[in-house]
């Protein structure tokens, strides 16, 4: 998959404020206990949605700029086409929902990846937005980088490095699998709460 390296991460951007603004004009607005409502039994919240892509940005986000740092330092040129690796295309687009928001297949989160039982509402959504605002600036900083040759270590096996063009595309599809998933985890909280009013 072969991209023009400023609109990959014009179109990145657009999406990361996306989730930012859904998440300020929408879910800032909700009570907590909505946010905290599981849907079913073993069944994430919103919270916890937000809790696990958080534990994601916590490792993702300073080793993205600590990497554009280094490349900078070591006068790394950009790039005007991004080529997807053949390993980050494959997790790409095992993320990404359809075109009809339809999630194509579950998937178990790593343990050290799982939310908390009752995690705390308003902090993971605090912690959420402020991690989006920092995603939006490392994709303006990429900009002055090769993201072909910048590589981002995975969480899950450090010694695999993804170009960061594909880590990107990785971490917005994940951040929009999980988005997608406390929507719905919100949208049968407020039936729950109107059948019991």
């Known amino acids: 998959m072969q991209h023009h390296t400023a609109t990959l991460l014009e179109s990145l951007h657009r999406q990361t404020e996306t989730f930012l603004q859904k998440a300020v ?36 986000l300073p080793a993205i700029e600590k ?34 928001s339809v999630l194509k297949s579950k998937m178990k989160s790593p343990k050290n990846a799982v939310p908390a039982t009752n995690p705390a509402p308003r902090a993971m959504l605090a912690e959420f937005i402020d991690q989006q605002e920092i995603l939006q600036q490392l994709l303006h900083a990429a900009a002055s980088v090769d993201i072909n040759r910048v590589r981002i270590p995975i969480s899950i096996a450090p010694w695999i490095r993804l170009k960061l063009g594909d880590t990107f595309l990785f971490l917005t599809a994940h951040i929009e699998r999980h988005l997608l998933q406390a929507e719905r985890a919100v949208a049968l909280s407020g039936q729950q709460r109107a059948v019991s009013a």
Request: a positive charge; charged letters at 20%.
């Open 25 to 60: 004009s929408e879910w800032q607005m909700l009570p907590p206990e909505v946010m905290a409502a599981q849907p079913a039994p073993g069944q994430w919240s919103a919270a916890q949605c937000l809790e696990h892509l958080n534990i994601y940005g916590r490792y993702y």
């Open 67 to 100: 990497a554009i740092e280094q490349a900078k330092q070591r006068g790394h040129r950009p790039a005007p086409l991004f080529r997807s690796g053949w390993l980050g295309d494959y997790f790409a687009k095992l993320m990404r929902p359809g075109p009809d």
